[in-house]
């Protein structure tokens, strides 16, 4: 793609999601999340291949649907309370088509269908901004409405948690296993959203940084699916160490950084007297922690049989730029000791 | 009985005569294989008149058929519920992970011809003939035949002679479409005996829209003539994508997660008998093999 091209759809991807963050009309919130799925569009369809533009089809669809849904609901709220406020919603069939709406939007169970399909038919580049910077928007216009009943946030995101770790479970491709991963992550978001929305906007940072590293190692070492990740140790052997670590903090396993945000997460559920839930969620996420182990000893238990030495690759100085990805790891393996320091920051 | 005279029987006549293949082709060999009846075609032949039935009088109402085939079903349906407990395509993860060969295709019996169906352009006219059959001491299979170059006389078809042998899109419970997924594997491993013409194989992935329905991934099968069996190991990198026949322009690899048939179609323009013998078919992982793409991507708006 010609690079002003390109430049111009980077920054159109900025400026969706930095409209939405700054606006308080539902209008604006809309029109944020429409330029940012017009401009993702054509980063999808560049490749001009059949499945990148199956993949791009998909995802217009559904998030045209969402986005529909969602100025019915911003318009049927403005009609029934008089004015176009994002943060008043007090009628719970908008905030209800709302939230569903966005929850489409994000990929959150039930309405998750289309996301192993569109991740798959992508680029890892691509993929990687579908699942971070493509759920700021909606993310925080969920935060945004904050409805009267949360039953609805705990439904969805225990939903996305238990399909999140079943679905991902007999997967062989890695970015169908990432937009799982993906949905069980949204699903920790959602469900703690309501009790305490700064918790939630700590897991979704960790998400990001998670999932940033998890795709640079993967884009890094050129691999989309389970058994080329056995030849690692021959491109890259120091991500043959640092991957599954990477792997093992997205399951929430400590002493890694990904299980701050559960242990928060659990403790807040704990005082709000939902142990149930939290029981449940906790479960539940055994099953996404199953596929990352399997995806760990892919990479560092396994030889691959037959492995000629004269094709070991050339290991040449990678032509990214991996400093992004050294930051990002060594965050994603070593924050946990930094807790108290995060909790206190944040505006509780 | 030859094509012209079909138009002069009666309406009546031509739905008796529908559920006898025989009076529509004029092999009258035995029918090792199943291969597409005219009558359940899409194609028209022009000048042949339309069919003024309505689609179900072309259905067999048969309830003891019926009731087999819904216990086939749920007996598919129930292994399908129960695969993925072993495994990622109902095979342990080990064992998806080291593997490197897997057979696909193995011709032991009459039941491996099953999942296969041949055809040629006696569909639309022409005069070639195509067989499969069961090999010697059931160790392969027999794809023979004749091939004829004549193009049929209805003033609109300028080319002929193709005969092909194309393996059924696999089903899933209830006639649900299921895929064959290559993904951990690089390259096509054949073991055929031939007898030195070049054939095609094609590869036809799953499609999304209507008009990538006719997209299909080929390469060159050249066979030696000799009584020696070949193996022939093809890269699916090398396959490149033809639209109809032709092939086009942005060219790209095949993505192997969603295979839907494998073919084989001889139309060298070389009229007479031909014969192809298949022991095996399969996908194994070449290590040395790290090509991505064997062609460069021709760009249509070169950037200068």
Redesign the interface.
């Given at each position: 793609m010609?690079p002003p091209i390109y430049s111009a759809l980077i920054i159109s991807l900025g400026l969706g999601t930095t409209m939405t963050f700054a606006s308080t009309h539902w209008y604006l919130a809309w029109m944020g999340i429409e330029i940012n799925t017009l401009a993702i569009i054509p980063l999808m369809a560049q490749?001009?291949?059949?499945?990148a533009?199956?993949a791009t089809?998909k995802y217009f669809f559904v998030q045209a649907t969402a986005s529909a849904t969602l100025l019915f609901a911003g318009i049927s709220n403005a009609f029934l309370t008089g004015q176009w406020d994002i943060t008043y919603t007090p009628y719970t069939l908008t905030s209800t088509l709302i939230t569903l709406a966005l929850a489409m939007k994000i990929g959150l169970a039930p309405l998750h269908s289309w996301m192993p399909e569109v991740m798959?038919g992508l680029n890892l580049l691509t993929g990687l901004i579908l699942s971070t910077w493509q759920k700021l928007a909606p993310l925080y216009l969920i935060y945004q409405i904050q409805p009267n009943n949360p039953n609805i946030f705990i439904a969805l995101g225990l939903l996305s948690i238990i399909v999140g770790g079943w679905g991902g479970?007999?997967?062989?491709?890695l970015r169908k296993i990432l937009a799982y991963s993906s949905i069980a992550h949204l699903g920790w978001m959602i469900l703690i959203l309501s009790f305490s929305p700064p918790l939630a906007l700590l897991t979704i940072i960790i998400y990001i940084l998670m999932t940033f590293s998890l795709f640079s190692s993967f884009m890094l070492t050129r691999t989309t699916?389970?058994?080329s990740l056995?030849?690692t140790w021959a491109k890259i052997p120091i991500l043959t160490v640092s991957t599954p670590l990477i792997l093992l903090s997205l399951g929430g396993l400590p002493p890694l950084t990904g299980f701050m945000p559960k242990w928060m997460i659990l403790q807040e559920l704990a005082k709000q007297s939902l142990c149930p839930l939290a029981t449940m969620a906790a479960l539940s996420s055994l099953f996404s922690l199953y596929f990352y182990l399997?995806l760990s000893y892919?990479m560092t238990l396994?030889m691959?049989?037959?492995?000629?030495a004269?094709?070991l690759?050339w290991r040449l100085n990678p032509r990214h730029n991996t400093l992004p990805l050294a930051l990002t790891t060594t965050s994603t393996i070593c924050l946990l000791p930094m807790t108290p320091a995060i909790m206190s920051l944040m505006p509780f | 009985m030859s094509l012209p005279n079909i138009s002069r029987v009666s309406a009546s006549g031509l739905l008796r005569s529908s559920c006898d293949l025989r009076w529509l082709l004029r092999s009258v060999a035995p029918l090792a294989a199943p291969r597409r009846a005219l009558t359940h075609m899409g194609y028209r032949r022009p000048g042949q008149p339309r069919e003024d039935r309505p689609p179900w009088w072309r259905v067999k109402f048969d309830l003891a058929k019926g009731l087999k085939g819904m216990k086939r079903h749920f007996k598919l349906l129930k292994e399908e519920f129960f695969a993925?407990f072993v495994?990622?395509?109902g095979k342990p993860?080990i064992e998806?992970?080291?593997e490197?060969n897997q057979v696909l295709w193995e011709f032991r019996g009459p039941h491996s011809l099953q999942e296969w169906t041949i055809s040629c352009d006696r569909e639309i006219g022409g005069k070639s003939e195509i067989y499969l059959k069961v090999g010697r001491n059931n160790e392969s299979c027999l794809l023979y035949g004749t091939l004829c170059s004549d193009p049929p006389k209805d003033g609109e078809t300028r080319y002929s002679g193709y005969c092909t042998m194309r393996s059924k899109q696999p089903l899933a419970s209830f006639d649900r479409k299921k895929y064959h997924d290559w993904?951990?594997f690089n390259t096509l491993h054949l073991r055929v005996r031939g007898d030195g013409r070049p054939w095609m194989i094609n590869i036809v992935?799953e499609?999304?829209?209507t008009h990538?329905k006719d997209?299909m991934y080929s390469y060159f099968l050249y066979t030696r003539g000799g009584p020696y069996w070949q193996d022939v190991k093809i890269p699916f990198s090398k396959f490149f994508l033809a639209h109809r026949g032709r092939i086009q322009d942005?060219q790209?690899p095949v993505?192997l997660?969603k295979i839907n048939s494998i073919g084989f179609t001889l139309g060298d323009k070389a009229d007479g008998p031909f014969q192809l013998e298949i022991d095996f078919i399969g996908v194994c992982?070449d290590?040395?093999h790290?090509e991505d793409f064997a062609y460069e991507k021709y760009k249509r708006n070169p950037?200068v």
């Open positions: 010609a490749n001009h291949i059949p499945r533009i199956e089809t798959q479970f007999n997967q062989v491709q699916h389970i058994n056995s030849t399997r892919a396994t691959p049989p037959n492995n000629p004269g094709t690759p | 993925p495994g990622p395509m993860i998806h992970m080291l490197q993904s951990s992935p499609t999304y829209y990538q997209d942005d790209h993505w997660d992982k290590y040395a790290t950037e």
